[in-house]
Structures are given as structure tokens and as C-alpha cells.
């Protein structure tokens, strides 16, 4: 069944439809809704649920164009644009609605981030979520544990707000079929627009989980859209891998040299929504008998790693090549955000393993502010190169 | 069939015009600030050349960083993928090819028929680029046209460290201070914009033969402290600086 606010007969592109259908919804989080009632978090690894049971809305702070400098007086020039934009945004008052903001420990940025919000953006709660480093060691589980028990009970001392197991159940099977859905979109990721996947991919992270679910739903369920890939003929297909979606300029520039995004590996993208678990379905997480802290926990240390942690059993380029194979990617483009140390050093072990295999790669460093032009010119090339 | 390829760089704009026969007509002008105007305009006197009119070209490619303003362009391809196809036909069995233009310096490693293997580009500081030599040949009252055989002359290189432009043209100013022969701080100067582009080329295989293309290959100074640091010997075609042109021009016929 079609969200009430949705036609069930279409005049207009379903897959532009549902995107302004997302953005309304954004938009009218950040200007009517309670403004209490909204969470902001950075990293991959916020257990967003935990928030969500406890009545909140988690939305991540993407970085946004308009930087005012206030965050330079406290980081260093080289420091990411995920935490810089953040930092500023909070030091200008423009997050002063969100609730609290959470961060997980990932990069040495982020954890340095965490003492100077504490400092001085005093008035936005932080939580701090220490995921660990080593996600096979065996103390790895007992200690996420204790961290996620920490945390639900920061939220309840801190806010008020209760959160009990079968709020949290209930909040872990939305998620559950966010992630389902998203797994959907990426499993036909070639078969939209490189705008558009960026579109409906980053408005999970800040749409509120119960909308989106509708729409995208909604989306997927159209028999006319998105259009088959033999519609799109030999257009190049790239996975990307990188930090996030912070920025959209590289997926309209692989969109205006021809080319189709088939899947990625961005820390904040697909593997954000992989639900590479046992039970992990929209009913498994709803059993009544099931600890579901230990649920989240099982995931987060399952989850395809980030660079920032280590896993022997979990390779990245191991993950990468099989995804390279599974959506006949035809080559890989590396963007990396300037200075990111842990997606450097990956960087090197990820091209290797590609080399070894024969696909082609590209590596682009990304800044604040866009390099278009020569970002473009640096794709397009690549993409001729393919054969 | 007549073809031609336009090339609309960061400070010239050129283009070049092919027959079934081969090469009719190149020309070469500065791009200025209005690149669609400077396209027609190189277009027209390379046409003028040839003794042809617009109406008589089957297939128009357009390339460089100006290559979406190009009037009329039945297609954009890439500066890189344009020299590469541009060297291979100059200097047949070309394995390597650096490309050194106002703006931007790449290394391409070619295969068979001027397909691009693999590419390295300099990020977007101007170290490394023929804006680095325009900056310090002006920094030093020098015309473009004398820098790279004041460099051969020069006896010794004076040391410049940096390869950051602005911190490289400090560098000079202090050694100008300390009464340096300017000969060699323009040797000096040579040897820092070799070392980067060797530095950044190396990320590549570099493999004889080695084709030097773009305009900062008809200085003779970079080419052969290039030649020193890489080791290898590097030929500079005789229409280096239209590579990309011709490239351009190749592929439309292809």
C-alpha cells in the first residue's frame, strides 16, 4: 500500500517523486518538528536504535558548503571535512535543536573531536560509543556490551527517557527493514541515476526511519522504474569506496562521463546497511526472549570493517572483489577525503588486491571544496580507459 | 574524410585538422578568458591552413579542460586519453608519455594503438606546470621563450627545496638576497619542477619510450634534467605541444 501522502497512479518520474518526497520530509524535521526530539550522530558505528527507542530521531550531521571558520580555532587545517563541518555547524548554533549528539570511536579525529565538543559545545550533550579496535578478539563482544549497556543508561540518566527492551526490539525491526530496503536499492544500484542512488541512499541517514520506509517501499514496488539495465546499454559501471556521502559532486561527475555506480564500499554507504548477521531480518529482532543489546552488538561486530578497526577474518578487499564480481563492476574509483590517514593506509592494501585481479582503479582525493574540473576531467579518463 | 580536434587548455588553445592523407593544418593561440570564442578562432585559422571550410569537417572531437565550450564538438574526450592517442601517432611505439601543460603535468602509461594503460595526474597546486616556470622566469626577469637554455648553461643548480610554487618563489628571493648567479637558481628551478614530475610519473611504469608532450616539453632545461632523473631517454616531438589536437583529431576519425 502506497504512504497516504503518495498518488497511486504517477504523472511524474516515481524515482524524482520519491526523492522530493524524502526531502520534504527532511526539511520538515529541521523546521517543525519538536526540536527536542532529533539526535545528531557522526561515525559509522552509532547504534542508532538505542536512540530511536528512547523517542528520538538519529539523523547524521553531513557536512554542509556554507562554513563559517569557527571550528578552525579548534582543529587543525588538515582535519576532515565530516568533523570540521560538524564542529562549526554546533559552534554557529546551527545544530542548537538536536537533542545530543552521538560519536563511536573510529579515528584519531573523531576521538580528538569528542574532548573539544565536550569543551565547547557544552550545550549539546555528547555521547561517546567506544567500539572497539579489534573486532575478532574475544573480549570484543563482552566489551561492546558493557559499552552499549553504558550508553542506554547515559541516554535514560541524561534525557529521562526510558529505554526498555521491547522499544528497542521494535526500533531494531524498523531498522532492520531500513536496511533491507537500502540492500534492495544497492542490489539494483546500477539501474538508477548516480544522483538519484546518492539521493535516496543519504536520506536514510536523515530521514525519520518510519518515512522513509514508505516511500521507498513504495518506490521499489514500481513496476515502471527504475528502468532495466539494458536501457542504460554500455554505460561503465563503478563501485566507489571512501569515507561517505558527504559530497554528491562525484556521483554526478561519474553520472556526466556516462558511467553508473553498481554498489560501494564507503564507510557511510551499502556496508552502513549490511546485515551480514545470523537472524537478522525485520521478525528475527522482534523475539521476545532475545537480549536485544546483544542483537546490536552481534551486528556492529559483524558489519563489513571500517578502516579504523581490524578484523582477520574480515577482509575489506576480499569484500570489495566479491562485490566487484557480484555487480559486474567493470573498475573501482578510491575517493578519498585529503588527509584521511586510515582510508591511505587501506587504500594501499585495497589497490594491491585489485591489481592482483585485473580491475582497474582510480584513486581521487576529495576536499571541502570541489575540484570539479579536474575531478572530472580525472573520471572521464578513467572511464575511457575501461574497456 | 576530414577531421579535426580542438584542444582547449588552461592557457593555449590549439587544434589540428586531418585528411585519409594524414596531417593538413595545425594552429596554436592563447585561450584567453573566453574559451568558446578562442575555439572557433583556432579552429577557423587551422581550417584557413588547410585551405577547408567548417561545412567540410565530418567529425569534430573536442578535448582539454575547455572541452564542453567547444562549438559544434561531436564529442568530449579527455586531454589524457587525446595524448596518449596524439604521442602514439608522433612517435610510434610510445609506452610512456608526460604531458607537462600550463596548469596540470600527467604521466600515462600507454598500450597498443595509444590506448591509455593507466594514468597519474598532479593534484591542483600548480608545482610541476608550466605556471611554475611562467612564476619564476617573471620572478626573475627572464623571457619564457630563454628559461630552459639558461638552465643548460648554468654551471652548478642552486638548491630550491619546495615544490610548493608560492614557498619555491620565496626560496628564490632569498638565494637572489644571498647574491646567487641567477643562471643557477634557474637550473635550480629546472631541477625542482623534474623532480616532481618524476616523483609523481614514477607512480606508473615508465618504459622506453618515453614522449614528453604539452607546452612546457619545448624546454629543452626540463626535458633533459627529466631525462637525468628518470634515467631513461625522452623524445620530444616535433608538435609536442599539439598532441592532444591531434589526438583529438584521431579519435574522430577512429
Known sequence: ?387 | MVTAGVDIGAITAKAAVFDDEGLLATALILAGYDRAAAALQVLDRALAQAGLAHEQIARLVATGYGRVQVAGADRTVTEITCHARGAHHLCPGVHTVIDIGGQDSKGIAVGAAGKVLDFVMNDKCAAGTGRFLEVMAHALEVDLVDFGQLALAAPRRARISSTCTVFAESEVITHLAAGADRGEIIAGIHGAIAARVATMVGRIPVRDRVVLTGGVAHNAGVARMLEEKLGQPITVPEHAQLAGAIGAALIARD
Open chain 1, 1 to 387: 500500500m502506497p504512504p497516504e501522502t503518495l498518488p497511486t497512479s504517477h504523472t511524474v518520474d516515481d524515482v524524482q517523486f520519491a526523492i522530493c518526497n524524502l526531502q520534504s520530509a527532511i526539511c520538515n524535521l529541521q523546521s517543525k518538528g519538536n526540536p527536542q526530539s532529533t539526535f545528531g550522530f557522526l561515525t559509522a558505528y552509532v547504534p542508532e536504535e538505542l536512540f530511536h527507542a528512547a523517542g528520538f530521531t538519529p539523523v547524521f550531521i553531513f557536512h554542509t558548503p556554507d562554513d563559517e571558520g569557527h571550528a578552525r580555532a579548534h582543529l587543525p587545517g588538515f582535519t576532515c571535512w565530516v568533523a570540521g563541518s560538524a564542529l562549526d555547524q554546533a559552534l554557529a548554533g546551527r545544530l542548537d535543536g538536536l537533542a545530543g549528539m552521538a560519536l563511536a570511536q573510529t579515528c584519531d579525529t573523531m576521538q580528538g573531536l569528542t574532548d573539544i565538543w565536550r569543551r565547547n559545545v557544552a550545550h549539546i550533550p555528547l555521547f561517546h560509543f567506544g567500539m572497539p579496535l579489534r573486532l575478532d578478539s574475544p573480549s570484543a563482544r563482552v566489551y561492546l556490551l558493557a559499552e552499549l549497556r553504558s550508553l542506554r543508561e547515559h541516554i535514560q540518566a541524561l534525557t529521562g527517557r526510558r529505554v526498555v527492551d521491547d522499544a528497542l526490539r521494535g526500533s531494531i525491526a524498523l531498522y532492520n527493514r531500513t536496511r533491507a530496503l537500502v540492500r534492495r536499492l544497492y542490489a539494483r544500484a546500477a539501474d538508477f541515476a548516480p544522483p538519484d542512488l546518492y539521493a535516496l541512499v543519504r536520506a536514510a541517514f536523515q530521514t525519520p526511519k518510519e518515512t522513509y520506509n514508505d516511500h521507498v517501499a513504495w518506490l521499489l514496488e514500481q513496476p515502471t522504474i527504475p528502468p532495466g539495465r539494458e536501457a542504460q546499454g554500455s554505460s561503465p559501471r563503478v563501485l566507489l569506496v571512501g569515507c561517505g556521502l558527504a559530497d554528491p559532486v562525484l556521483f554526478d561527475v561519474v553520472a556526466q562521463a556516462g558511467g553508473r555506480v553498481a554498489g560501494d564500499l564507503l564507510d557511510l554507504g551499502e556496508r552502513y546497511f549490511d546485515a551480514n548477521v545470523a537472524g537478522d531480518s525485520p521478525q528475527a529482532h522482534g523475539q521476545a526472549d532475545s537480549d536485544p543489546l546483544e542483537t546490536l552488538a552481534d551486528r556492529l561486530l559483524a558489519l563489513v570493517p571500517t578502516p579504523t578497526k581490524y578484523h582477520a577474518q574480515s577482509s575489506r578487499a576480499a569484500h570489495l572483489l566479491s562485490l566487484v564480481r557480484e555487480r559486474h563492476a567493470d573498475g573501482v574509483i578510491f575517493a578519498r577525503q585529503k588527509f584521511c590517514d586510515p582510508h591511505g593506509f587501506d587504500y594501499v592494501l585495497m589497490a594491491q588486491a585489485l591489481d592482483r585481479a585485473g580491475v582497474p582503479h582510480l584513486l581521487v582525493e576529495l576536499e571541502q571544496a570541489s575540484q570539479a574540473g579536474q575531478l572530472r576531467t580525472r573520471v572521464e579518463a578513467f572511464m575511457e580507459m575501461l574497456p
